[in-house]
């Protein structure tokens, strides 16, 4: 399974795009807006860092405007993928991206007929937001399992991406679940390798090999 990290803070990006764990990005207007940075310019910024997708949402919701604005965003860098919503107009974009060879994230997909039409147009990554389902007391990973089976049914070549994650046991659920990708805010990634019993190992190891006076170089 890949990973993405969903954030618009360039410096976590940055930070995490050399622990070589990170395969992507997504971004979304609410995390351009508390990143406080230019929208064009930090997309830039981001491609310049991490060679795989990085997932820019237009703003337009109109047929025309999506198209007019993703255009301009699929021109800042070769790796740029533009994310679409999920309504009729945002469908009709994906498939004129999608003609066009130009690769398309369609967000905001909360059931698995969504996730059937996404397929339809060539979504290059559909995104359902498994958190949000859980917010109001349904299942995200369920979506998450149907969306897999629908699409190995029909052969879709459209990559589940599992957004909304709000902990490592999601990302574990998602895996089992069979997503393509999983994009989490930078505090789940620094948390899959967290364990206490890693912890209390790592401090008795360290403790003991102090008491040897050794030193390996
Ligand atoms: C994905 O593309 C979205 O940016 C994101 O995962 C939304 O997550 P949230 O529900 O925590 O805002």
Aim: hydrophobic fraction near 45%; include cysteine; charged fraction near 20%.
């Amino acid at each position: 399974m890949k990973f993405f990290v969903d954030t618009g803070d360039f410096n976590e990006i940055k930070d995490l795009s050399e622990t070589g764990l990170l395969d992507g990005v997504t971004t979304n207007p609410s995390l351009v807006a508390k990143s406080g940075r230019n929208f064009k310019e930090l997309i830039a910024d981001i491609c310049k860092v991490v060679p795989g997708p990085v997932s820019a949402e237009v703003a337009a919701l109109d047929y025309e405007g999506m198209v007019a604005e993703g255009n301009v965003l699929s021109k800042i860098a070769d790796n740029v993928v533009i994310k679409l919503p999920l309504t009729l107009a945002g469908l009709k974009a994906c498939k004129h991206f999608s003609d066009a060879g130009i690769k398309t994230n369609v967000t905001l997909c909360f059931t698995p007929n969504q996730a059937l039409l996404a397929a339809k147009v060539g979504a290059t990554y559909i995104s359902p937001f498994i958190g949000r389902l859980d917010d109001i007391n349904l299942d995200g990973v369920e979506l998450i399992e149907n969306i897999r089976q629908i699409y190995d049914n029909y052969a879709f070549s459209t990559e589940i991406l599992a957004a909304s994650i709000r902990s490592p046991n999601h990302v574990t659920q998602v895996a089992l679940a069979g997503a393509d990708v999983a994009t989490m805010p930078p505090a789940v990634i620094r948390k899959l390798a967290d364990h206490p019993l890693t912890a209390s190992g790592l401090e008795a190891f360290s403790k003991d090999w102090k008491a040897t006076g050794q030193s390996i170089l």
